[in-house]
């Protein structure tokens, strides 16, 4: 039962390295959102927080499909990307990280916003008559004092990415060792027979990974919350 073949080993290794990749890439654009929907109004605003969220509503398999539209091989985007740039993500792990960082992005950018906007902004004010710039201000003040939010919304979207499905099947394939992820392992096997072990195999490895990332989310949270107040 616990007997982890080198195949499913190298679909966990790939779900975690998809799910890192995917995780580092859409941390910063989603801080830079995350700071603009809750600091500044202008307009448009309220579609732009619709785009962000939109993946949460629609089916995951329209999301891949628009993926390969826009980013295959001949889509829309992905044709110049290919032919100028010599850069493919269909049917490539760097598309399934593309795909699961999609697919993730409203879960990351939601605590992050709360977090900022529970941030007093009378304290980035004092910052500013101090003569701070406004980026010395944000990585100064507000970053250190919503960094618990930024955690929570890096592990949750880790975790969602781990576990995403739908549009990566659909965007790049299932592949073995190049794009078959946990979640893809795990189809494959319950459709063949005599499979379900394995397949309970990998679903008790992706319940372990989504624990392990929920706890150190907690204690990274707390320990960041501790310093903020000093504590």
């Known amino acids: 039962m616990l007997d982890i073949t080198a195949t499913e080993w190298t679909a966990i290794r790939l779900s975690l390295r998809v799910a890192t990749v995917a995780t580092v ?17 202008f307009w448009g605003k309220s579609l732009l927080d619709a785009l962000i969220h939109l993946p949460l509503v629609l089916p995951p398999v329209v999301t891949g499909y628009l993926l390969l539209l826009t980013l295959g091989r ?11 740039l010599g850069i493919v993500f269909a049917f490539r792990w760097t598309g399934a990280a593309l795909a699961c960082g ?7 950018v939601r605590p992050m916003r709360l977090s900022i906007e529970a ?3 009378r304290l980035e004010q004092a910052a500013e008559t101090l003569g701070a710039a406004p980026w010395r201000v944000f990585l100064s003040v507000t970053l250190p004092l919503s960094l618990p939010g930024v ?5 949750l979207g880790f975790a969602k990415a781990i576990g995403e ?3 990566t099947i659909t965007f790049v394939s299932n592949i073995p060792g190049e794009t078959q992820t946990i979640s893809s392992a795990i189809y494959s096997l319950i459709q ?14 992706s319940v372990v990974i989504a624990v392990a990332a929920l706890v150190g989310s907690e204690w990274f949270a707390r ?7 000093g504590n």
């Open 25 to 41: 890439i859409a941390t910063p654009l989603g801080i830079g959102l995350a700071w603009l929907l809750a600091r500044r109004n």
């Open 74 to 84: 001949r889509g829309l985007v992905g044709a110049w990307l290919a032919d100028h």
């Open 102 to 108: 999609v697919m993730s992005f409203p879960l990351l």
């Open 119 to 121: 941030v007093d902004q």
């Open 151 to 155: 955690l929570a919304g890096m592990v």
């Open 165 to 167: 499905f739908g549009a």
């Open 192 to 205: 063949t027979p005599d499979g379900d072990v394995a397949a309970l195999r990998l679903v008790l490895v």
């Open 223 to 229: 320990r960041a919350t501790e310093r903020v107040h």
